[in-house]
Each structure stands twice: as structure tokens, then as C-alpha cells.
T-cell receptor, first 117, second 116 residues
Framework: DGGITQSPKYLFRKEGQNVTLSCEQNLNHDAMYWYRQDPGQGLRLIYYSQIVNDFQKGDIAEGYSVSREKKESFPLTVTSAQKNPTAFYLC??????FGTGFRQPQHFGDGTRLSIL | AQSVTQLDSHVSVSEGTPVLLRCNYSSSYSPSLFWYVQHPNKGLQLLLKYTSAATLVKGINGFEAEFKKSETSFHLTKPSAHMSDAAEYFCVVSAAYGGSQGNLIFGKGTKLSVKP
């Protein structure tokens, strides 16, 4: 079955440590996204990528970094500069609907819950 | 600018009764609108989408939503709630015409409880 795989499901970060969240998709989607979800706040966009080796900052990129070396993979690093990293992180992917002005629906992984030790 | 407002943070219904989850949007252009459902500790699953075709959109699991431009609303309904519908629901609006893909705007969510 095609889908998005996020790992690990749970992750703990020590003070001053960088941690990397994995996201892999086999849907052959061009676009991939990272969101942060906090209770009562909906989803906020961290980074997104429409093509390999290119990505753009979302609304809350500070303290995070990404790479897109392969179409299938879009890992997110939570750096020590992110002072409040405890949250549920969701990765998503979509096709790109050029020319219509309408957004394609995004497909989501099952998330990674990050906590501070 | 685009925005989306889910009018209720929590809705409680009895099993077998109708469900109404309210969503108002603001958009400078003809929007795309989506409803997603999220079960605890899971990702979001697409329920339905509106992309300027029929104003009444049917989705999965018996849900439907009606796009009302005059009221800038896209409320989600289901005739008869099931226990398995208990989850959090997100209304989502697309951003500006053209441009980047990273411009979905998520509502803050409505938590649906279903009583036996």
C-alpha cells in the first residue's frame, strides 16, 4: 500500500541536542510538508518542498532544518535552538496542481511525538 | 488574506443523531476547501474536498459538506452519528490563487464526542 511513514513514533530530546525525524513516502508525490501540532492550535507549517534539493520556510521555521535529497524523503531536524520542541509533528505529501489555482489534498503520516527529557 | 474559523471547539452528540460541525472561511479568491479527521495519536485523513464543482460535496463515512459562498461557510454534516466518528475534525482552506503549495490554512479543530 502507498503511504507516508514517519519514524520514530515517540522521541525524546535532551537539553542541547539535535534530533531528526524521518519521513518517507512512496506515493510518488512531488511536494512534501512538515507541520507542528499543539493542543488547541491546529497545524502550523514548518517547512515545505516542491522539488528535490529545494525547500521553503513555513510560518514557524525557526529552530528547525530540513533537507530534500530524494523525492521520497524529507527529514526534519529539531535543533537545540528550538526552545519549546514538545509537540506532535506531522509529515504530509501531495501532488502539485499547476495552473488550476487549487490545492491538492495532502496525505499525512501518523506523526512523531517529541518530548523533552 | 485567507483564514478559517471553526465555530465550536467541542461538539457532543448522541449516537444516531445528526452531526453539524461549523466552519467559516475568508478568501480573496475562489477557495479550495477541505475537511480532515484525526483520531488520537494519528495523522489526518481527508474526508472531503471542494474545488468549485458541485457545492454539495459528499465524502467518506457518510459525511458531506455544503459550500455557501454568500455565507462564506463550509459546514460538515452527517445524518446519524456513530461511535467511531468520535475524533477531531479540521476545516482547511487553500491560500492564494497560483503560487506555492505551502499555503493551506488549518482551523483550530473541533473535537466531536459521541455518547452511546
Amino acid at each position: 500500500d502507498g503511504g507516508i511513514t514517519q519514524s520514530p513514533k515517540y522521541l525524546f530530546r535532551k537539553e542541547g541536542q539535535n534530533v531528526t525525524l524521518s519521513c518517507e513516502q512512496n506515493l510518488n508525490h512531488d511536494a512534501m510538508y512538515w507541520y507542528r501540532q499543539d493542543p488547541g492550535q491546529g497545524l502550523r507549517l514548518i517547512y515545505y518542498s516542491q522539488i528535490v534539493n529545494d525547500f521553503q520556510k513555513g510560518d514557524i521555521a525557526e529552530g528547525y532544518s530540513v533537507s530534500r535529497e530524494k523525492k521520497e524523503s524529507f527529514p526534519l531536524t529539531v535543533t537545540s535552538a528550538q526552545k519549546n520542541p514538545t509537540a506532535f509533528y506531522l509529515c504530509a505529501s501531495s501532488t502539485i496542481g499547476f495552473g488550476t489555482g487549487f490545492r491538492q489534498p495532502q496525505h499525512f503520516g501518523d506523526g512523531t511525538r517529541l518530548s523533552i527529557l | 488574506a485567507q483564514s478559517v474559523t471553526q465555530l465550536d471547539s467541542h461538539v457532543s452528540v448522541s449516537e444516531g443523531t445528526p452531526v453539524l460541525l461549523r466552519c467559516n472561511y475568508s478568501s480573496s479568491y475562489s477557495p479550495s476547501l477541505f475537511w480532515y479527521v484525526q483520531h488520537p495519536n494519528k495523522g489526518l485523513q481527508l474526508l472531503l474536498k471542494y474545488t468549485s464543482a458541485a457545492t454539495l460535496v459528499k465524502g467518506i463515512n457518510g459525511f458531506e459538506a455544503e459550500f455557501k459562498k454568500s455565507e462564506t461557510s463550509f459546514h460538515l454534516t452527517k445524518p446519524s452519528a456513530h461511535m467511531s466518528d468520535a475524533a477531531e475534525y479540521f476545516c482547511v482552506v487553500s491560500a492564494a490563487y497560483g503560487g506555492s503549495q505551502g499555503n493551506l490554512i488549518f482551523g483550530k479543530g473541533t473535537k466531536l464526542s459521541v455518547k452511546p
